[in-house]
């Protein structure tokens, strides 16, 4: 069994910067590309930024500048730096772990933890 659980979310003002965290465990071989979603009332899950196992990163162009993804191997853990936070980034944010377990490859979800920005 493979699990993710993220933690750093919740009722924020605009300009914070908060950090998310996500922590995978479990039987857990390897792990490639790790990444942040989120959806916002109403709106499609959409995504928010990427990294590879190398390092290697990619952002939603509504963020780009303002959050930086990173990623500690040893912990398996991906984290979300998220600066200047505005109202409209209010939303349910998912991390996701594409994963080696039990001689498989699956892409794993968090639960999902609520950020919402106040004017």
């Known amino acids: 069994q493979v699990q993710l659980v993220e933690s750093g979310g919740g009722l924020v003002q605009a300009g914070w910067s908060p950090r998310l965290s996500c922590a995978a465990s479990?039987?857990?071989?390897?792990?490639?590309?790790m990444g942040w979603h989120r959806q916002a009332p109403g709106k499609q899950r959409e995504l928010v930024a990427v990294?590879?196992?190398?390092?290697?990163?990619n952002y939603a162009d509504s963020v780009k500048g303002r959050f930086t993804i990173s990623r500690d191997n040893a912990k398996n853990t991906v984290y979300l730096q998220m600066n200047s936070l505005k109202p409209e980034d209010t939303a349910v944010y998912y991390c996701?772990?594409?994963?080696?377990?039990?001689?498989?490859?699956?892409?794993?979800w968090g639960q999902g933890t609520q950020v919402t920005v106040s004017s």
């Open positions: 479990g039987s857990i071989f390897s792990i490639n590309a």
């Open positions: 996701n772990a594409d994963i080696y377990s039990d001689l498989r490859l699956n892409r794993y």
């Open positions: 990294i590879t196992s190398g390092g290697y990163t």
